[in-house]
C-alpha cells in the first residue's frame, strides 16, 4: 500500500444513492469482505457492539420494502404523505441488490457511554464504505428515522438499536460522476 493508494481510496469514497445501482449480484467474496471488514473498526474494551442483518435474496428485500413502506404510512401525518416520497423509501431495497441493517448491540456490562458504542459502530460503518470504494461498489448509508423504530421487524433485543440501512451495488453504466466537496482541512485542523 502506498500513500497515494490510501488517499486515492478514502477520498473517491463517495455516497452514492441506490437509483444508480444495477441490480447485478455481488459476489461472495465482496459481501464478506464488506461484512469482515467492519468487525475490524477500533471499539473501546474490544465491546464489539454490532451486529448485521443481511438482505440479499429478493424476498427479504421486499420484505424490507414492504416494512418501510408501511412505516412511512403509519407514521407520516397523512397531509404530508406523498407518493413519490414512499416510492423513494420503498424503492431503496429493490433498487440496491445488497442492503445491510446496521445494529448498535450495548454492552451493559462494560460502563461505556452509548456514544462510544455509536462512535465505533459509525468506524465499522466507514470500513464497509471502503471496501465498497475498492470494489468498485456505490453505497450509502441510510438512517431512515421511521424504520430505525421498526424493532419487531429486526428481531431487537432490549439493548439493541437500528442505527440504519447501508445499501450497496454497482453502478449502472450510465451514471454520472459523484463528486464532493470538503473545506481545506488547514481549516478544520491546528497543528501546534
Ligand atoms: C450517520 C450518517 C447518516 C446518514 N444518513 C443519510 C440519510 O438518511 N439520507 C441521505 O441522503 N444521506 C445520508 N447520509 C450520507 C450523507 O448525506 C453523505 O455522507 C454526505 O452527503 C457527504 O457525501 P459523501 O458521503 O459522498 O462524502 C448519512 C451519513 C452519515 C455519516
Redesign the pocket.
Known amino acids: 500500500m502506498t500513500l497515494e493508494s490510501i488517499n486515492q481510496l478514502i477520498r473517491n469514497?463517495?455516497?452514492v444513492f441506490t437509483e444508480f445501482y444495477s441490480q447485478e449480484e455481488i459476489s461472495d467474496e465482496v459481501v464478506n469482505s464488506i461484512l469482515e471488514n467492519a468487525t475490524w473498526a477500533p471499539t473501546h474494551k474490544k465491546t464489539q457492539p454490532w451486529r448485521f442483518i443481511v438482505y440479499r435474496s429478493l424476498e427479504s428485500r421486499q420484505a424490507l420494502s414492504e416494512m418501510l413502506r408501511d412505516n412511512y404510512r403509519a407514521n407520516t401525518p397523512e397531509a404530508d404523505q406523498t407518493e413519490i416520497k414512499e416510492k423513494k423509501i420503498s424503492g431503496r431495497p429493490l433498487q440496491a441488490p445488497l442492503a445491510i441493517a446496521i445494529i448498535l448491540c450495548k454492552n451493559e456490562d462494560s460502563g461505556l457511554p452509548e456514544w462510544e458504542e455509536v462512535a465505533a459502530l459509525?468506524c465499522a460503518v466507514q470500513n464497509m464504505y471502503l471496501t465498497c470504494t475498492g470494489t468498485g461498489l456505490g453505497a450509502?448509508?441510510?438512517?431512515?428515522g421511521l424504520a430505525t423504530k421498526e424493532r419487531a421487524f429486526y428481531n431487537l433485543a432490549e439493548n439493541e438499536k437500528c442505527l440504519?440501512l447501508f445499501y450497496a451495488g454497482k453502478l449502472k453504466e450510465q451514471s454520472p460522476e459523484?463528486g464532493?466537496t470538503r473545506k481545506d482541512w488547514k481549516e478544520v485542523a491546528q497543528i501546534l
Open positions: 469514497r463517495r455516497t459509525a450509502f448509508w441510510s438512517t431512515p440504519g459523484f464532493s
